[in-house]
């Protein structure tokens, strides 16, 4: 029983990370090739999430419910990590802005870990701080490779809400339920984000569409239904280092279908950060 349990387990890991992974590579695809436009995209990709999540949870239920009380900030923040990294990927390659939101991810997730007085090893804190070491130097200006601030800075908002959308799952019981919950409640902070901000210019091609969907109703929404169920079993900083495998996985797929390129800082950089991984899950 404890090996089919371990599978799960290792398998919604896997399955998670690889569709956090595709999310930046579906979302930077169908902008750089301008398929779509930023809001539009992700619109669709929370609207595709959740009707799929709905549909799911009424084959299972036989009911749809829609908490009135609960949520509501899990959900604000979902939506702002969604808005949030369509932005930032404008002008951002897929592997570099997933390094860049998946290392502040592991920033916040040791902050909660330590408000929450997890136990770190003295090789968790060196690998913690290795890793650290590879994200400065990734943003550190230098010559022949220049990252955006303002979409950088994107991607750090939208890696803080990630963070906390993650630590809200921690406690949490009923995984389908709550990410159904979730990104219903999204598409109305998208409504007034579109109210305010009243975005121009939006259009979309069937390729576009295309791509938001599926981020939207497979990598996002079952993606994310899976890291829900995982995230009660796991320690605030190994949730955080864990998803440093995210950026890996999509430089790799970046360089490889998407002509990204791969330059010695983002190669001596990825590995400085997979060292402190390494460090910080086995220690």
């Not at 290792?10 to 930077?28: E, V």
């Not at 007085?117 to 200006?141: D, H």
């Not at 109210?195 to 939006?202: D, R």
């Amino acid at each position: 029983m404890n090996q089919i349990i371990n599978f799960k387990f290792i398998l919604f890991l896997l399955l998670s990370l690889l569709f956090l992974a595709l999310n930046s590579i579906f979302c930077k695809l169908a902008l750089s090739s301008n398929f779509i436009d930023a809001f539009t995209f992700t619109f669709f990709r929370l609207l595709s999430g959740a009707i799929t999540l709905i549909l799911i949870y009424f084959y299972k239920t036989k009911k749809i419910v829609i908490s009135i009380k609960s949520n509501w900030f899990s959900s604000f923040t979902l939506f702002l990590y969604a808005i949030s990294f369509s932005y930032a990927f404008l002008n951002i390659d897929a592997g570099l802005g997933t390094l860049i939101l998946f290392a502040v991810v592991q920033v916040v997730m040791v902050v909660f870990s330590l408000f929450y007085k997890e136990k770190l090893s003295f090789l968790k804190i060196i690998g913690i701080i290795i890793a650290l070491i590879g994200l400065v130097n990734l943003l550190y200006p230098q010559e022949g490779f220049e990252v955006s601030l303002i979409h950088a800075f994107l991607m750090i908002i939208a890696g803080i809400s990630w963070a906390i959308y993650s630590v809200l799952g921690k406690n949490n019981s009923t995984p389908l339920f709550n990410t159904m919950d979730n990104f219903t409640k999204s598409l109305i902070f998208i409504g007034i984000f579109y109210i305010i901000f009243l975005p121009e210019n939006s259009f979309y091609t069937k390729e576009g569409l295309f791509l938001a969907l599926i981020s939207g109703s497979l990598t996002s929404a079952i993606g994310y239904v899976l890291w829900y169920e995982i995230m009660p079993k796991l320690q605030y900083v190994t949730a955080g280092v864990i998803q440093l495998f995210v950026p890996i996985i999509s430089i790799l797929i970046g360089v490889v279908f998407l002509n990204e390129s791969l330059t010695i800082t983002l190669l001596l950089s990825t590995l400085t950060i997979f060292t402190g991984i390494l460090l910080t899950i086995f220690y």
